[in-house]
């Protein structure tokens, strides 16, 4: 295994060199053989129907297909199945393998997904397969630890977090993290729909990669650090968890594109598709997938929005609680879905456009912690205001807001002071939803 390590380092290094002549590939394969394992394991867990519909193309998209992304210049004749119409002089699109932010990747999904889908139903099925790849491809590296650290594709900032051995002091970690050995097992997993047209799956299958990636980041410091001990099964271990979660969405994605293509589905998944929870879906505020602080002196502590709680005095999290009404009188109910944020807060939420016909949500503050409070809730969308509620505090009973997304693309969920001291400003967005 020292050996393979350091022919390894030899690669990256040579990789590097290449990178520095200014030779096209230098971006990092993603998973590079892995990527093999992935889509196969993915291919696997598909219905037995589903299979038979791919044929022998099904093998292809598993052993080849699913590495033409990273094959553009040397595969000329298929490079045109991991390149956008739109953008004919960009060979390679960094984006399929690097997770890009969240307008670009919907794009890309939307577009090498649809592809896929239009030539699975016009009977091409090649042409099917080598998108679907593309797809694969892009699902696999965006949940790859090795791609998941934002502007640090080759770890050099990371090392400084991580101090390395004397021996990995020139290490180039890269290829190191993301080249391991191990095998994949999906045991009995039943593959998912994420929606029923080209637009709605694109849209779940960006929110859902998004996890992925944020799963990815917490198998690099096991990884490195099975790296510096010389640990090969610390590495392979941690490879594994990620490329487990990646085999599974591709999985959902080739299963979802057969079902779209063939306008099949089961009746249970297809009516959960009928509305969307965006209250765990990351806001265009964190394009690096981590909530920022959205203003240092915001109130009632220090502007971190919360999924499915808010934080009391900044550090202890609660239940989201509102004053619902219900039928004459009104009780206090725990919200089984929402953001709990202070003032002042911007959360803008990516739209697919046309998808949806309406978003809801119930604003209020929270009853048991804001009852000093008063909140002014506006939504917008590109600086029009579409709703608001407000002032109110947490003696007010909460308002349900109902928004038309026709022409909408995004919704900025604003919850700013109406005076005061802003102490008890526990401002809640309850089960916020998008319906079709
Ligand atoms: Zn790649």
Same mark, same amino acid.
């Given at each position: ?13 040579? #990789?590097?060199?290449?990178? !520095? ?22 291919? *696997? ?15 292809? /998209? @598993?052993?080849? +297909?699913?590495? /033409?992304?990273?094959?553009? +210049? ?9 390149? %956008?119409?739109?953008?004919?002089? #960009? ?6 393998? !690097? ?8 794009? &890309? ?41 934002? @502007? ?24 190191? %993290? ?5 095998? %994949?097992?999906?045991? *009995?997993?039943?593959?998912? %729909? ?19 990636? #944020? ?16 640990? *090969? *099964? ?19 994605? &080739? +299963?979802? !594109? ?30 690096? /997938? ?55 807060? #911007? /959360? ?24 000093? @409070? ?63």
């Amino acid at each position: 295994m020292r050996v393979h390590r350091a022919k390894m380092c030899r690669i990256s290094m040579m #990789v590097f060199a290449l990178f !520095l002549l200014g030779m096209p590939f230098v971006d990092a394969q993603g998973w590079g053989a892995p990527h093999v394992i992935i889509t196969r394991t993915a291919c *696997d867990a598909l219905p037995q129907r589903h299979k038979e519909l791919w044929g022998k193309e099904l093998a292809a /998209l @598993g052993s080849s +297909y699913c590495l /033409l992304p990273d094959q553009v +210049y040397s595969d000329k004749e298929k490079a045109k199945f991991a390149q %956008l119409e739109s953008q004919p002089k #960009v060979v390679y699109q960094v984006g399929l393998h !690097l997770p890009p932010a969240h307008a670009e990747a919907y794009e &890309l999904l939307r577009y090498f997904f649809g592809k896929a889908v239009a030539e699975f139903q016009a009977g091409r099925k090649y042409e099917a397969a080598c998108y679907a790849g593309t797809v694969s491809h892009m699902l696999e590296d965006w949940s790859c630890p090795a791609h998941a650290v934002p @502007g640090d594709n080759m770890f050099t900032l990371f090392k400084q977090f991580l101090p390395p051995p004397e021996e990995h002091q020139d290490t180039l970690l890269h290829s190191p %993290l993301e080249n391991g050995k191990f095998t %994949l097992d999906l045991k *009995d997993y039943k593959p998912h %729909l994420y929606g029923t047209t080209v637009e709605d799956a694109a849209f779940n299958l960006l929110n859902k990669s998004h996890a992925t990636t #944020v799963f990815a980041r917490g198998q690099v410091i096991p990884i490195i650090n099975g790296l510096y001990e010389k640990n *090969d *099964d610390v590495v392979n271990s941690a490879q594994q968890n990620a490329a487990i979660v990646g085999a599974e969405i591709v999985a959902d994605a &080739l +299963y979802t !594109l057969i079902c779209i293509a063939e306008q099949k589905f089961e009746p249970q998944a297809e009516a959960a598709l009928q509305s969307v929870d965006i209250s765990g879906n990351y806001p265009l505020e964190a394009p690096k /997938l981590y909530m920022p602080q959205s203003s240092f002196f915001s109130k009632p502590y220090w502007g971190y929005a919360k999924v499915g709680k808010i934080l009391k005095d900044g550090k202890d999290a609660v239940p989201l609680k509102l004053r619902i009404k219900k039928g004459q009188g009104v009780e206090i109910q725990q919200l089984a879905s929402g953001i709990g944020t202070g003032t002042h807060s #911007v /959360l803008t939420y990516f739209i697919p456009a046309d998808v949806y016909k309406s978003f809801t949500v119930t604003v209020g503050v929270h009853p048991e912690l804001g009852a000093e @409070g008063r909140v002014n809730f506006q939504i917008k969308s590109n600086g029009v205001i579409l709703g608001k509620a407000g002032p109110l505090s947490g003696a007010d009973t909460a308002q349900t807001l109902d928004i038309n997304l026709k022409g909408v693309t995004n919704l900025q969920l604003i919850a700013s002071s109406a005076g005061g001291d802003g102490k008890g400003n526990y401002a809640i967005w309850g089960s916020p939803k998008l319906v079709k």
